[in-house]
């Protein structure tokens, strides 16, 4: 029977090729391996060759490089198509194997469409759907109604998909998500390389970790070592930090991140802020480390307060944390300023240390020494008191006469704030003071100058009030004109008014201000991404990751390499 039903099937054929339907191109046939049963219907498929499955074995076709198997095939020779129905198996190679309940597959155009429980598989990934399209002219296959891939490392789903079959990429469109068991990634657009595991998002995409959040609208992610960066609006929320710029970095094994432009680093429980164009946070270890126009931002009594130096550094855990600024390092706020070679703050003890001359500005008042300590309450985080050891010397213009500068001076200096305002000063050993006394009309009385053991000012509006001499003070109040001008300054004067920081942009110089940025790499010049991972796997599978900016402040941070 089997031999008659091979006889009619090629009679068929040929009358069918005889009529006037196109020819398929040439080489394009797709060919009968068996045909088990066979029949037609010309009232419901004009015609096609109906070919069934027998009790051996399924229907096969094979069409250049690919077999297929199903238990029913509806076959237009003359036009070079057929539908497949019932428990179909298409095989193309050694690698990529397709199953559903329904095929529609166009030999002259190669494109298949596959519905019902649809599953493709490469022997390492699985695509299901429930409506699959395959190009194999282009070794594509979409889909456009939701579908899922699994690999060895993660879940990915989509609504819209495609596959490169010879890049193995997988294109995920719209709400793309990601599951892992370490992590959740969702995005709006997502390239996923299936040999190296990398995903390239583009759109609002966000990923979630045991202990970070990244949030981005352009990056890379290595999905096996939970590493990548994002170049377009990216924050990471890491460590109780918010860290944002215009590049960012991440590295989950060695609990690192790195930030390019535009920095902006929030610490949510000191309520602190850290801006530069570089920074580094090192998570195991508390700490952040910035440069290039970097400065601290916190609030003192609801005025900001600005630290700035060359290097910035935030060390410990939060209620133990230590801020230091290196070179050059200077501070703002409404009615204190200062600068010196670096500065030391401790969150445990409150003290700001001023190292290295350094000098402060209260408002009209200018203060040096030695070494000068700010100590805030550690409650209140309000500011305490002031110490400022050996040499200590406090000056300022006279602002009535507009003439002379009232001086005070001694070993120490001790100071006293009162609702964030100096109240009270304290100079003690070896003390001196030039004063210019006004009346209440502000009329010139004379120019007090006197040494003794100690002396108090009290300041009212930051200026001086009352001055309060103890011990054996010596000294007179002087006519302006019995005192000579050279004699209206103590020892060791020096009025250094002209570098006095009246806002909070005086605390960057010149070379602060004239930065010029790095070019974050793939932003004006767009990366060949394909091309990159398909040197990836010629090199064996090795993971080769680039920070996206073009230059970076350590050796070895443009470029991180881990051969596995």
């Not at 051996?56 to 497949?84: K, M, P, T």
């Not at 469109?173 to 190296?196: A, F, G, M, T, W």
């Not at 001086?407 to 003690?428: H, S, T, V, W």
């Amino acid at each position: 029977m089997k031999i008659v039903s091979f006889f009619i099937i090629a009679l068929s054929f040929f009358i069918t090729f005889g009529q006037d339907a196109p020819a398929p191109t040439e080489g394009r046939q797709i060919n009968i391996v068996y045909g088990a049963n066979f029949t037609k219907n010309e009232e419901k498929y004009p015609g096609a060759s109906i070919f069934s499955k027998d009790d051996e074995r399924q229907v096969q076709f094979e069409h250049q490089g690919a077999d297929l198997w199903c238990d029913i095939a509806i076959f237009y020779s003359a036009e070079n198509r057929l539908r497949a129905i019932g428990n179909i198996r298409l095989q193309q190679g050694d690698s990529i194997e397709m199953n559903s309940g329904k095929i529609d597959y166009d030999g002259n155009t190669k494109l298949a469409k596959a519905w019902e429980n649809v599953d493709l598989t490469d022997g390492q990934m699985t695509l299901t759907t429930d409506t699959l399209y395959f190009d194999r002219e282009n070794q594509l296959s979409y889909y456009r109604s939701g579908g899922k891939v699994v690999d060895s490392a993660n879940v990915l789903t989509s609504i819209i998909g495609n596959y490169f079959m010879e890049l193995k990429k997988v294109q995920f469109r719209k709400k793309v998500h990601i599951d892992n068991p370490e992590y959740i990634i969702d995005s709006e657009q997502l390239d996923y390389y299936r040999i190296s595991k990398n995903a390239y998002m583009y759109g609002p995409s966000t990923i979630v970790g045991e202990d970070y959040q990244i949030y981005c609208e352009r990056g890379f992610y290595d999905t096996k070592i939970e590493q990548g960066y994002g170049v377009k609006n990216t924050t990471i929320n890491y460590d109780n930090k918010i860290i944002e710029g215009d590049s960012l970095y991440f590295d989950k094994v060695t609990s690192f991140a790195s930030a390019t432009n535009n920095i902006k680093i929030t610490d949510t429980i000191n309520n602190g802020v850290i801006r530069a164009h570089y920074a580094e946070v090192f998570k195991e270890n508390d700490s952040v480390f910035a440069t290039k126009r970097a400065v601290t931002i916190s609030l003192v009594q609801q005025d900001s307060l600005y630290m700035h130096g060359d290097t910035l550094m935030a060390t410990g855990k939060p209620e133990e944390r230590i801020i230091r600024a290196f070179r050059n390092a200077k501070f703002y706020k409404t009615d204190l300023s200062g600068k010196c070679d670096s500065i030391h703050f401790s969150e445990a003890t409150g003290v700001t240390e001023l190292i290295t001359d350094p000098i402060i500005w209260n408002v009209e008042n200018q203060i040096t020494g030695d070494s000068i300590h700010l100590i805030s309450d550690k409650k209140t985080d309000k500011l305490d008191s002031l110490k400022v050891l050996e040499n200590a010397f406090i000056i300022s213009f006279d602002t009535i006469g507009k003439k002379g500068y009232n001086q005070a001076k001694g070993k120490d200096l001790f100071g006293k704030f009162i609702e964030n305002e100096l109240k009270i000063i304290d100079l003690i050993k070896n003390t001196e003071v030039i004063y210019y006394v006004y009346n209440d009309d502000d009329e010139l009385v004379g120019i007090d100058k006197t040494i003794c053991s100690k002396i108090r000012l009290e300041m009212a509006n930051n200026d001086i009030e009352d001055i309060t001499f103890f011990i054996n003070p010596d000294g007179d109040i002087f006519p302006e004109t019995d005192l000579p001008v050279e004699s209206r300054k103590l020892k060791g004067f020096v009025w250094r008014g002209d570098e006095r920081i009246l806002t909070k942009e005086d605390i960057f110089d010149e070379d602060d201000n004239n930065i010029e940025l790095v070019k974050i790499r793939g932003i004006d010049n767009p990366i060949d991404i394909d091309a990159e991972e398909q040197e990836r796997q010629k090199k064996g599978g090795g993971t080769v990751i680039k920070t996206p900016n073009t230059q970076a402040t350590k050796p070895k941070k443009p470029e991180v390499k881990k051969v596995q």
